[in-house]
């Protein structure tokens, strides 16, 4: 079975600071995709990346960085100098290659973030 | 825009009368899941349509909750009986292709209230 932890239920920072959100999965398929997702108040899911599980290379785009780390099945999602557009609940999901029913999102449970001016 | 489109946005009714809940996908996504967002919770997932193969329904909690597919369009998702434990925010998505590569685009919800 698939699990992802996000253990961080809230977090809180001053604008301009940079925050890390972590997320640790287990999986027993050696192939596999992470993703993140946004939700903001507005309650819509927005991607924001995915990951296969042969590629650890480091991703940045703007202010959003990610770290995969297989050694440690981590996925973590830095956003430096966070901005309060930036406040939403985000969502680490794990997928996994099936052949037959699909590739259903298995979600943490999502991380509170408020980003105060 | 050609986003994913669900309907009605919100919805209460009573104990013990039956819900229907649509999900409009994206033109020509083959791949479509359901899944369910308890208060301030992840997203569980309840049931995936991939072209005309046989539903995958393992994740529906009880006989109460089906759903149906006509072809690679609309879906419905029906709630008989409804319980205070299936309050929750029910979300639609789609995806080109039903392989875990793809990425899945979320509608913004149904909002359902039991009272």
């Known amino acids: 079975a698939q699990k992802v932890t996000q253990a961080q239920t809230e977090i809180s920072v001053v604008e301009k600071e940079d925050v890390t959100l972590d997320c640790v999965y287990e999986?027993?398929?050696?192939?596999?995709?992470l993703f993140w997702y946004k939700q903001p108040p507005s309650g819509e899911l927005v991607f924001l990346i995915r990951r296969n599980s042969f590629d650890e290379q480091n991703e940045i785009s703007g202010r959003y960085s990610w770290n995969f780390q297989k050694s440690t099945s981590s996925f973590n999602f830095t956003i430096t100098a966070s901005q309060v557009v930036d406040s939403a609940v985000y969502f680490c999901?794990?997928?996994?290659?099936?052949?037959?029913?699909?590739?259903?999102?298995?979600f943490g449970e999502g991380t509170q973030l408020t980003v105060n001016p | 825009g050609a986003g994913v489109s669900q309907s009605p946005s919100n919805k209460v009714t009573e104990k013990g009368k039956d819900v229907e809940l649509r999900c409009d996908p994206i033109?020509?996504?083959?791949?479509l899941y359901w899944y369910r967002q308890r208060l301030g919770q992840g997203l569980e997932f309840l049931i995936y349509?991939?072209?005309?193969?046989?539903?995958?329904k393992s994740g529906l909690p009880s006989d109460r909750f089906s759903a149906e597919r006509t072809g690679e369009s609309v879906s419905t998702l029906t709630i008989q009986r409804t319980q205070q434990e299936d309050s929750a925010v029910y979300l639609c998505?789609?995806?080109?292709?039903?392989?875990?590569?793809?990425?899945?685009?979320f509608g913004p919800g149904t909002r359902l209230t039991v009272l």
């Open positions: 033109s020509g996504h083959t791949a």
């Open positions: 999986t027993r398929d050696t192939t596999y995709y």
């Open positions: 999901a794990l997928s996994e290659e099936k052949e037959t029913s699909g590739s259903r999102l298995t």
């Open positions: 349509f991939q072209g005309n193969s046989a539903p995958d």
């Open positions: 998505a789609s995806s080109l292709y039903g392989q875990g590569y793809n990425e899945q685009f």
